[in-house]
């Protein structure tokens, strides 16, 4: 354990931080699993889903939680899926 006030004050934010950090993380990873549901099952739920899920990426990603491009990544990845189910299936 830290022995200095300026330690113990850092090590008392840190734990804050990763607390909130977690908590930021579980919720995006909820986000993106009902995302990924709802695409199986209704793509109309899921366009709603994805208008809800874009800005808790973005937040994350601007919060350091996440880098910029992994949410970039991920918000492009979700779009595509997206289009993808609505597409009209294709016959050759």
Do not use: W, Y
Request: no cysteine; charged share 30%.
């Amino acid at each position: 354990m830290a022995n200095h006030k300026s330690a113990l004050k850092r090590n008392k934010q840190s734990l804050i931080k990763r607390e909130r950090n977690r908590a930021a993380k579980s919720n995006l990873r909820t986000v993106i699993k009902s995302f990924n549901v709802a695409v199986a099952k209704d793509p109309a739920e899921a366009q709603e889903l994805l208008v809800k899920a874009l800005p808790v990426i973005s937040k994350a990603a601007s919060h350091g939680i996440i880098h910029k491009k992994t949410a970039s990544r991920k918000i492009s990845r979700l779009t595509k899926k997206l289009h993808k189910a609505t597409l009209p299936a294709q016959g050759s």
